[in-house]
């Protein structure tokens, strides 16, 4: 996560083949958040995401998401954008380490690793240290590390 201080992040494999609605799931499930925001994802000068049920263009414009594989987005690209509740601004740069041969074992997403816990869902405007996030620990509960992403050594 971009602005967020310790740094939050997940490691995880995707298949390429799979389409940025699917991923965008799979972000928020390595992140422990339940969804239900707006959200977005920006290629280069090419925004993804879902179509407005009622025909109104955005600016950007957005293209549908559910259309487009995480590869044929990529192209020669080795990191995106990734943008979850507008309210919020959280902002994640997404980057390709390594493109690996297709294991027919892994069947699903993983995570891999990660490390902090994510700032709860509508805590409020970009957290930039952990103020307001700890005034907002006082009333909610914080989002821990989905059991997948801990390893040996990691400590929350």
């Known amino acids: 996560m971009r602005y967020i201080k310790p740094a939050v992040w997940r490691r995880i494999i995707v298949p390429g083949s799979i389409r940025l609605g699917k991923l965008h799931v799979v972000l928020l499930l390595a992140m422990g958040w339940q969804g239900g925001h707006l959200h977005e994802f920006v290629f280069g000068d090419t925004n993804y995401g879902e179509p407005d049920d009622f025909g109104f263009q955005s600016d950007p414009p957005l293209l549908n998401e559910a259309r487009v594989t995480l590869t044929k987005a990529l192209g020669a690209l ?9 309210g919020d601004n959280w902002q994640h740069r997404i980057k390709v380490e390594k493109t690996l041969v297709p294991d027919p074992d892994i069947r699903q997403p993983l995570c891999l690793d990660g490390q902090n816990a994510c700032p709860p869902e509508d ?23 989905p059991v997948c992403c801990r390893s040996p050594g990691f400590h929350p």
């Open 78 to 86: 080795k990191s995106f954008t990734y943008l979850y509740d507008y």
């Open 123 to 145: 805590v409020g405007a970009k957290v930039k240290s952990g103020v307001r996030w700890v005034g907002s620990m006082i009333r909610r509960q914080a989002v821990a590390e």
